[in-house]
């Protein structure tokens, strides 16, 4: 069935690095992949997506990259703050099909 | 203000008590879904809705029930609460591609 590969399960970085989290998806029909952030004691909340006729999307220091050929895509935060702390779930669909398939989650930790 | 909306936000139950966990989004959407989610830790689909009179269960078994008698409300039931049902329930909704997410019901059963 359709499933989403996510890693790291956790990852720490020192503030003012780069973090990345990848993803692999298994349904090639999947057109639709959103990030979505979720803080601690709080409901997950959209950050990016993309679309697969695209292979990359910016907003400001965030970005995501898809190669549809490898069925990858990435999420690339550069410069992180402490703010970035949270737990990141990747997730991949057909636009305007019924369900999302999210990934394991990835906790981040940003160090002052 | 266009939002989904869970109540309640916190409840500690004793074993055996049945329970509804409210649902309710303003936006109009036909599709919804329900997860549980410990902390931190991996969404599991357990129910979902594409519309009014359409449930189907998720990738995670469940032994609670849901119904869609009307588009803008999705409640989950347990008809007998068990200390392994003791997590978090986050309520969802979505039309085209952003799905947005209810705050969440934090279930502990005793």
């Known amino acids: 069935g359709e499933n989403v590969e996510q890693h790291p399960s956790t990852l720490s970085v020192q503030e003012g690095d780069s973090a990345v989290i990848k993803c692999t998806y298994s349904?090639?029909?999947?057109?639709?992949f959103p990030w979505y952030k979720q803080e601690l004691g709080k409901r997950p909340q959209l950050i990016i997506d993309?679309?697969?006729?695209?292979g990359e999307k910016k907003d400001q220091r965030i970005a995501v990259t898809l190669n549809k050929t490898a069925k990858h895509f990435s999420l690339h935060i550069t410069e992180t703050q402490p703010e970035d702390s949270a737990v990141y779930f990747c997730a991949a669909n057909i636009w305007s099909g019924g369900k999302l398939i999210f990934g394991q989650g990835t906790e981040l930790s940003v160090k002052p | 203000e266009a939002d989904i909306y869970q109540t309640p936000r916190y409840l500690v139950i004793g074993t055996g008590k049945k329970i509804t966990l409210e649902c309710s989004q303003t936006?109009?959407?036909?599709?919804m879904y329900w997860y549980q989610q410990d902390p931190g830790m991996e969404l599991h689909l357990i129910h979902y809705?594409?519309?009014?009179?359409?449930?189907e269960k998720g990738d995670l078994s469940s032994e609670s029930t849901v119904s869609r008698i009307r588009t803008e409300h999705f409640p989950l039931t347990l008809e007998s609460a068990r200390p392994s049902h003791t997590s978090q329930y986050l309520c969802a909704s979505r039309e085209l591609s952003e799905q947005y997410f209810g705050p969440g019901t934090r279930l502990t059963v005793t």
């Open positions: 936006m109009g959407h036909d599709k």
């Open positions: 809705s594409y519309g009014v009179n359409s449930t």
């Open positions: 993309i679309r697969s006729n695209v």
């Open positions: 349904d090639s029909a999947s057109n639709y």
